[in-house]
């Protein structure tokens, strides 16, 4: 989802910093396959006022920060640690109106709450299972927690339910009850489980650009809905 916000963001013509928490470095590599500059894990690691680095310069609208191993050992640092991040991104010499995406690891951690802390917003995916659905229970506990301690202005825009099976029954059991109790807070778009999605990754290029086949348009014209959606509510 993050990388696929990003090409979307691109195509509308803005400013993007795409800043790559998760040590798997997937997004990274969507736009680079040589990391230079400032890596994500320095974030952390960086004393407030001695950050000397800058993003990596993709292209004249995009820059990354891109993950790189130490990230993941950020996980052991001390949680005073957490707050760094948002300092560092928003002291640097970016224009006013970049939009900043920020990638985190699927799971609660100092970096998914470090992200928190920085953003200004923040959406959740979820598969239809009793195991994703514990984990995003948690997350929005831990968002409530967040907002009341270190960012009060975090915009929660919303659970998006990913890698939905439309031929699955409990799918849309589950969907139903979800959309039934929590109402708004499920966004009224999903992202189904689609192979195309993933080939488009690999190949550097979102799902809705140079596909063919019934399977791959709506696998693009799902993904690009759900981006829409999702960039219009921070406008």
């Known amino acids: 989802m993050a990388v696929h916000l990003v090409w979307l963001a691109l ?3 803005r ?6 928490l998760d040590g798997q470095a997937n997004s990274s590599r969507c736009f680079t396959r040589t990391f230079c500059g400032l890596q994500a894990s320095t974030l952390f690691t960086a004393e407030p006022g001695t950050l000397t680095q800058i993003p990596q310069t993709i292209s004249d609208r995009l820059s990354l920060i891109s993950a790189d191993i130490g990230i993941n050992d ?3 640092l001390d949680l005073s640690l957490i707050q760094r991040p948002a300092h560092h991104l928003r002291g640097l010499a970016v224009p006013d109106d970049t ?4 990638d985190t690891p699927p799971s609660l951690g100092r970096r998914l709450i470090a992200a928190l ?3 200004d917003a923040v959406v959740s995916p979820m598969g239809l299972n009793g195991f994703s659905i514990q984990g ?7 968002i409530r927690k967040i907002r009341k301690k270190f960012n009060p202005n975090l ?3 919303g659970l998006l339910a990913n890698m939905v099976n439309s031929r699955s029954a409990t799918h849309a059991r589950i969907l139903g009850e979800l959309r039934a109790e929590l109402g708004d807070s499920v966004l009224p778009f999903t ?4 192979v195309a999605i993933s080939d488009a990754i690999d190949a550097g290029r979102p799902v809705w650009r140079n596909t063919s086949g019934a399977g791959m348009l709506k696998a693009g014209q799902e993904m690009r809905a759900a981006c829409e959606a999702i960039l219009g509510r921070l406008s």
Not at 15 to 20: E, G, K
Not at 99 to 102: A, P, Q, R
Request: aromatic share 0%; with cysteine; glycine share 10%.
């Open 74 to 76: 950020v996980e052991a």
């Open 155 to 157: 915009k929660n825009l």
């Open 191 to 194: 992202v189904g489980n689609r």
């Open 136 to 142: 995003i229970t948690d997350l929005q506990g831990t």
């Open 99 to 102: 939009l900043c995406i920020i």
């Open 117 to 119: 802390i920085a953003a």
């Open 11 to 13: 195509e509308q013509g």
């Open 15 to 20: 400013s993007v910093l795409m800043c790559d």
